[in-house]
């Protein structure tokens, strides 16, 4: 009597998983070490340090895991494991509404660059969607 094979999950700590992991810490810490201004030796370099390079790290870990989730999302919702916002035109669409932001309204502040390209990278992405149909 033989038994049908069954599937065994793989471990989800395994060396390659903590290879990558040690990696990204190396690299935070490497963020936070790097900077113009000499911290070390400054009287003023703790404030500095908090002022600059800790929320610059931050946004920069906020900005990957948005771009992963961002990449997920796009493979689940087309079913196809190698589609990345970047090859359906989300970035280029972003990017032309900072053109046009610039070209229509150059006096624009930061956060309505910010909106506009936010926009029409969703319209972007939403034309790609239509084509995909």
Request: proline share 4%; hydrophobic share 60%.
């Amino acid at each position: 009597m033989s038994s049908a094979p069954t599937a065994t999950r793989p471990a989800l700590l395994d060396w390659k998983f903590l290879a990558g992991a040690g990696v990204v810490v190396a690299l935070l810490f490497a963020s936070l070490a790097v900077g113009q201004y000499d911290i070390l030796g400054a009287e003023d370099g703790w404030a500095m340090f908090n002022a600059t390079r800790v929320p610059r790290t931050i946004a920069l870990i906020l900005a990957g895991a948005a771009m992963a989730m961002s990449g997920l999302i796009m493979q689940m919702l087309t079913q196809n494991r190698f589609v990345e916002p970047t090859t359906t035109g989300t970035t280029e669409w972003a990017g032309l509404g900072l053109l046009a932001t610039m070209v229509f309204a150059p006096n624009a502040s930061i956060l309505v660059r910010m909106i506009v390209a936010v926009a029409f990278a969703f319209v972007g992405t939403m034309v790609f969607f239509a084509f995909l149909r």
